[in-house]
């Protein structure tokens, strides 16, 4: 792989569901990247797997983000020129079970991120966040304008106070975009790499998939007395190598911006609303499997339909998504196929 871009980003959680596929895309940009993950929710066997995608050697350190020396240490040996954060917990039911190790996690390590890249004057980051910081939004298609509203969850707070302090942040001289995803789903096309779910899924598509390939007996479709055209919830549902491209976008944004201080909140998702008994129903059709499904009450929390208005990211990156829905549930099939050995 060549290299033709002066650039060295660090990405913490690189070997996450998102991180994972955003170092694919950096390396394809020619991007020299050093991966750190503590490997807590992930594999080893993911590294490989962008080693395989992009036919390149990469730098891995397992280090937790929450290890200061580790990573000033690491920031001694290297001249990073901007760092994408991606490494946190993000299951929503869980944090509301465990909100102590939400708060120290989440917040805990950007704050010692942020001392660490401090002191070693690399001031570009990119921020892993989520279209949960607007709670229950007034407008079903949201933009940046929208005020955070009570958060749903621990996890939600975590995100929320987390923009706060960025914002903050940037008035000691950092300059930092913050991307709010909306639902990402799918995997890398080769297959290679995608999500690890951790026990029994909360989300969608992997319970979807897992169902579909016989580890759970039926998909539950979470209400359907919504005031939406088919009673089920919507939802901004994205493929997750679109996320990734979005982040090298985003290194380009601010290597173009000559400001010193900058905090930007972008949102990062389709602009298509599609409802839950939408997606199942294309499942279906784009994998010819047949999925057993029934249709249950409201979950606790769920906002009703939520969809991004994504033309900042559009006008100001340059953005635009290149797969559909259907390539993305395709892709998502085809990875659960593969840890299945099916
Ligand atoms: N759903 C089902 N059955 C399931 C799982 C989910 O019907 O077994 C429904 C949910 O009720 C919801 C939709 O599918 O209506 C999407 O649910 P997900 O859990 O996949 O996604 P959410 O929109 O609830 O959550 C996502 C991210 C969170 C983020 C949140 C912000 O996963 O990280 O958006 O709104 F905080």
């Not at 639902?183 to 969608?204: K, Y």
Request: aromatic share 10%.
């Amino acid at each position: 792989m060549t290299q033709n871009s002066t650039e060295h980003v660090l990405v913490t959680g690189g070997a996450g569901y998102i991180g994972s596929h955003t170092v694919v895309e950096l390396i394809a940009a020619g991007h020299k990247i050093t991966l750190v993950d503590s490997l807590e929710r992930s594999e080893y066997r993911i590294i490989e797997g962008i080693e395989s995608i992009t036919n390149s050697k990469v730098e891995f350190h397992k280090i937790d983000c929450l290890d200061f020396s580790s990573l000033d240490d690491l920031f001694s040996k290297n001249k990073f020129t901007s760092v994408i954060h991606f490494a946190a917990y993000k299951s929503v039911n869980e944090s509301v079970v465990n909100p102590i190790a939400y708060y120290k996690n989440n917040v805990g390590s950007l704050l010692v991120l942020l001392e660490v890249m401090k002191k070693h004057q690399v001031i570009d980051l990119i921020f892993s966040s989520s279209c949960t910081v607007y709670g229950q939004p007034d407008q079903v298609q949201v933009n940046e304008l929208a005020p955070f509203k009570k958060p749903e969850s621990p996890y939600g707070s975590t995100k929320q106070m987390c923009e706060k302090i960025l914002e903050d942040a940037a008035t000691e001289n950092f300059r930092i975009v913050s991307l709010r995803y909306f639902n990402p789903i799918g995997a890398h096309p080769s297959t290679l790499i995608g999500e690890l779910p951790i026990g029994i899924p909360n989300n969608l598509v992997p319970y979807v998939t897992q169902t579909a390939a016989g580890v759970r007996e039926k998909l539950t479709v979470f209400g359907t007395d919504y005031n939406t055209p088919d009673g089920s919830c919507i939802r901004d549902f994205i493929h997750v190598s679109d996320v990734a491209t979005a982040h090298v976008k985003a290194i380009g944004y601010l290597k173009c911006k000559t400001e010193k201080r900058i905090f930007e909140a972008f949102n990062l998702g389709t602009g298509v609303g599609v409802s839950v008994l939408e997606l199942v129903k294309k499942f279906i059709e784009v994998t010819g499997v047949s999925l057993k499904y029934t249709l249950g009450p409201r979950r606790s929390g769920d906002v009703e339909k939520v969809f991004a208005d994504p033309g900042k990211i559009n006008t100001h990156f340059g953005w635009y998504t290149q797969y559909d829905l259907s390539q993305s549930l395709l892709h998502a099939w085809q990875w659960e196929k593969k840890l299945r050995g099916v």
